[in-house]
């Protein structure tokens, strides 16, 4: 009988994303694929270094031993190699220890068809094209900047942040925003607090870990939540009302009116943060682990 990841927290992650493998991408870039495939041969047995998105996945799969009667959490590696060159990959899961059964090599081709076969809840990658790829399907999906220096993620808790606007939620205030200045932003926020955001393409992902809070241990939730946003008086009356209209509850958020958020991120210590702004993830990501999420495009009618 075939397995049912319904009830699971389904992750599609780019082994460039879990592993360091900066070096073997430049070979690739620089010398070609014969090069590329002779030096992943040499080197199968040599265990592949942590990636910007290790600790956290590492984390989330401890949740599994948390609940003995389903997978709640479930990791899928990507990657564009061919499967003959998928041997270091998994011995450097098994090195860790990582609850990883499953992975994809394509060959070289589009991952993009198959996240849905996935049904995946979040893909993270080191791919800009394969990122937004996947935002553009309609998935959250998030480009990985490289790992902080000296990070320590936050033991016995799994902390994830988020961004609000073009996050959260839909990019239509930070539109008006980036068209119309702050004034008109306060304004159109004002009118419309009591009026709940649209969804934007990490919602349903925040309803799951939301859900993920309480349903494994209320009294000690193993994920907490924060929204770490530019947002400040009176636009965050939004944020908290549109929350409450999702019936999600988060356990903190700052509403940084302008201020920087890296001093936030590396006190909350989050696991992974997640924003669409390279004007704050390039501050964010020099301490805890930062993604960037693309613009949704608007594809050309047929």
Known sequence: MAVDLSNSLVIGISSRALFALENENKIFEEQG?????????????????????????????????????????????????????GLRIFNSIEHYQLDIIRAAFTGGASLAPYLAAFNLDLYLSKSEKDVQAAINAGYAAALLYDPPTGYDAYPDQIRIAFDADAVLFSEESERVYQEQGLEAFVAHERERAKQPLPAGPFAKLLK?????????????????????????S??????????????????????????????????????????????????????VPSARVPYKQQLPSA
């Not at 993920?212 to 530019?230: E, G, M, S």
């Not at 903190?252 to 909350?268: P, R, T």
């Open 33 to 85: 694929l014969e090069a590329y495939r002779q030096y992943q041969r040499e080197h199968e047995d040599q265990i592949l270094e942590p990636g910007t998105a290790f600790p956290l996945i590492k984390a989330l799969l401890e949740l599994n031993k948390l609940d003995p009667n389903r997978r709640v959490v479930d990791v899928i590696v990507t990657s564009r190699n061919s499967p003959d060159l």
């Open 208 to 232: 799951v870990l939301s859900l993920l809070q309480f349903d494994l241990d209320a009294d000690h939730p193993p994920v907490r939540i924060a929204i770490v946003t530019a947002r400040g």
């Open 234 to 287: 009176p636009a965050h009356e939004r944020v908290i009302r549109t929350l409450r209209e999702w019936d999600v509850r988060v356990d903190e958020a700052f509403f940084l009116g302008g201020l920087a958020k890296d001093s936030i991120l590396k006190a909350f210590r989050a696991h992974i943060f997640f924003d669409d702004q390279d004007a704050h993830l390039s501050r964010t990501a020099k301490v």
